[in-house]
Structures are given as C-alpha cells and as structure tokens.
C-alpha cells in the first residue's frame, strides 16, 4: 500500500500540487524508458502502470511523497491517456452529444453542445503541456507544428478533424478547435423527425440524387451541410463509382464503391503540395461516376463544374454561403479564379448548365439546424434564377427558447421532374402535385 499524508496537507494544496507530481513522474517515465532504450513499451499500458508505480514507490522512499492509492490510480489513468489518447479532452471524446471542442489557451476548454456552446472546468496544466498534446497528434501523421508552420490540420483516430493554431499567428497561445461526427450515422428518418427538413423536400433529394441531377449544398460553418450530404449521398445507385475530394476527409459515405482523396500541403520547402484542384482533375482519370467535392473554396470549381458538364452527372459538393443567390455569385467568383479567361456570360452559362439543385441551410440561435430553403436554378432571359421550390418559415419561440415553425411547398413547380421521369424514374406521391404546380 502507498502512504497518505492529507492529514498533513490540506486537500486544496494537493490539488494544486498533483500537475506537478504528474509532470514528475512523467517525465521521470520517459527518461526511464529512453535509457533502457525501449521506446516500444510507451504503447503497452501494463508496462506503463508497472513502471509508474515503481517511479511512485522511488518518490515515496526518496521524498517522502506520501502519494496514495487514489492519487496512483489518477496518475496512471492520466499518463496513459497522456501518451495515448486525449490526455485532459479523453472525457470530453467520449461524449457524443459534444460536436465541437476548443480549446482557447490551456486554461479554457470549450464546447459545443446541442449547437450551444459551454465551458467546462477541464484544462492543461500549462502551454507546454498543451504543446506536447498537438505535438503527439500532428507528429503521428508526419506533419509538424512550429514558428515555420504555426497552423495544421490532422485527423484523430476516431475521424474527427483537429485544426491548430500557435504564436505568432495568435498571441493568447496554442489555439485548438476540433471537429468531432457521431459514430453511427444520422439517418434520412432522424432528418425529418427532428425538423431539419420535411419528407417532401427528402423525397426531392432522394430522386435528384438517384436521377444523376448535379446539387449544391449551402450554409455557413457547422450549419448541417456536411450532414445532409452524408445522408442523401446514400441515394446514389450502388453500382456507381464514387471519387470524393477534401482537405481533410470528414464525409462518411455509406457507400459499397467510395475512392476517398485528400489533398496535401507543400512541406517546409514549399514542395509536395496536392490541392483541390489537382485532385478534381485525378478524379476525372479515376472512372468516376460520381465525384464529391467536401467543400468548394478556390479554382477548383471550375474543374468541377467542367466535370459536371462532361457526364459526371449526380455530382455533389457544399460551399460556404448565406443564401441561393450569394451560392451563385460565389460559384461566378471562385470560378473566375481558374484564371480560364471566359466571360462573365459564359462562365454563368457553365453554372447553369451543371447545377440543378441549391440547398441552403442554417443553424439557428437556439442551436438547431434547418434546411432554409431548396430551390431549382434556371436560366431564363440570359440570367440565373435560383427558383425556390420549398421554405422553412419560423413562427416564433417556445418557453425553452426554441425556435418553432414548419416547412412549406412554394407554388413554383418542380421542373426537373419532367426530365427525371423521362428516365423511368417514378415520382414520389408527395411530389406529384407539384410537377406543375404548388404543392
């Protein structure tokens, strides 16, 4: 049994003095393992709760630490987490109902909860602790983070995307904001049954999607995009072949034939870099039927748009705007960065040739997410209308704060469906009334 001495110090004092005790006996563990020149037994816990113990047994007899059994047991459980897992964040991991952890310096721990954020009580012991943390994760995929590099992305193990940010971009100190997705997919039936959109409007995707139609899915961060286009992704026939592209692979396709790219920053010498647009272009060499773009941001829109006009039909991607209308000056603007030299006229001929349908969603102040609007781009009189076809119109607020209302059909009719059920596909009974008029 270890010796207890908080008799002798008060409970307060021990916890202020237990992140120095773990940085002890932390560091004391890695000299250890490095002398004895096995490295190896960092990833096996029993070595590592053997040797910890020992290094406790050393400090009680040298320093009379007076370390306890419960202290033993916190030491352990933190060093491991320590050198495998999330270290002060493994609680926080483990809670599915969180969608986003930031971390603002290593006293401040934030997260997002149900679309609201909080703080917790949680923390590193100090910059350098919260240093050793990324610098674990980053390293293990071959990248570094440094005054050189003072920004990096990385994929955890459980696919969550990490994204850091040190001095001298952000003088408060290590910034970290990490991305997590549920472990079991949300489904079609969990969309409609919590509002984020009605079961016509599902029925529209499910056929566009089926049918080979080219969507855009709009919002702003965190809004619900990335989640929409997982669940109608599974619409897409099993025989086709899908390419998909990202900076950092978040999208969770349920999907037997799914080719997953992910481009590549340059390294310190400013080589080796593979970015979207490099990866769009391998994608049309691939046999895809199908390509997924995660996010559209720079010239790369216009090789997908390109793609979408050449037979990739059925083809999706998301891009950050507040409404149909500012999708399509975007689309007109990150084309133009192709440096292709078309005319305005052309290039919008090019979007409304291959976009059939925009999404737009929204998370709202209370923390909930909704498809705001779907509309059908048109070109009519030489210019790109974005026809809304379906609307969520708020109603006001509930005694918990909630924002109420409901999703409705406009009278503007559904002109895709003519050319779909020239296809053989059959219309959905909630759709067939607005093949010609409002539903």
Do not use: Y
């Not at 930031?102 to 919260?130: C, Q, S």
């Not at 994760?137 to 920004?151: K, N, W, Y």
């Not at 940010?165 to 991305?179: D, F, K, T, Y």
């Amino acid at each position: 049994m270890f010796r207890s001495k908080r008799d002798a110090v008060p409970d307060a004092a021990r916890a202020e003095h237990f992140p120095t005790l773990r940085r002890r006996v932390h560091d004391r563990l890695i000299r250890t393992i490095e002398d004895d020149g096995g490295a190896m037994a960092l990833t096996q816990p029993d070595e590592v709760r053997t040797r910890i113990r020992e290094i406790v047994e050393d400090l009680n007899e040298e320093q009379a630490a007076g370390i306890s059994d419960e202290e033993l047991r916190r030491l352990e459980k933190d060093i491991l987490e320590e050198l495998s897992g999330m270290g002060p964040l493994a609680p926080l991991m483990l809670d599915h109902a969180i969608s986003d952890i930031l971390v603002n310096g290593p006293g401040e721990v934030w997260v997002d909860r149900g679309g609201r954020l909080e703080r917790t009580e949680l923390h590193f012991d100090d910059d350098a602790h919260l240093r050793r943390f990324l610098d674990r994760i980053v390293s293990a995929q071959g990248r570094h983070l440094d005054a050189t590099s003072p920004m990096v992305d990385a994929k955890l193990s459980d696919g969550s995307r990490l994204h850091a940010v040190i001095p001298p971009l952000c003088a408060r100190g290590a910034i970290v904001s990490i991305r997590r997705f549920r472990a079991d997919p949300v489904t079609a039936d969990e969309l409609v049954s919590g509002g984020f959109l009605s079961q016509p409007m599902l029925d529209l995707l499910a056929l566009a999607v089926s049918a080979g139609r080219n969507l855009v899915i709009a919002g702003s961060a965190a809004a619900g995009k990335t989640t929409l286009l997982n669940v109608i992704s599974r619409f897409v026939p099993a025989t086709e072949r899908i390419v998909t592209i990202e900076e950092t692979a978040e999208l969770q396709l349920d999907h037997p034939h799914v080719i997953p790219l992910e481009s590549r920053p340059a390294n310190a010498e400013g080589r080796g870099g593979v970015n979207l647009r490099d990866l769009v272009r391998t994608a049309l060499r691939m046999r895809a039927d199908r390509i997924i773009v995660g996010e559209v941001r720079g010239a790369e829109v216009m090789d997908m748009l390109q793609a979408m006009n050449v037979g990739h039909d059925g083809s999706l991607t998301t891009v950050h705007a507040n409404s149909p209308q500012d999708v399509l000056r975007r689309l007109e603007a990150l084309a133009h960065m192709g440096d292709a030299g078309l005319p305005r006229e052309t290039l919008r001929d090019m979007i409304g040739s291959a976009i059939h349908l925009i999404v737009q969603v929204m998370r709202f102040r209370d923390g909930s997410r909704r498809v705001t609007s779907l509309c059908e781009l048109r070109l009519a009189a030489d210019e790109l209308q974005a026809v809304e076809l379906f609307r969520f119109k708020a109603e006001g607020v509930d005694d918990q704060g909630r924002i109420v209302g409901h999703h409705e059909a406009t009278d503007a009719p559904i002109q895709l469906l003519d050319g779909v059920q020239t296809l053989g596909f059959d219309i959905p009974e909630s759709l067939r009334a607005a093949r010609t008029a409002g539903a």
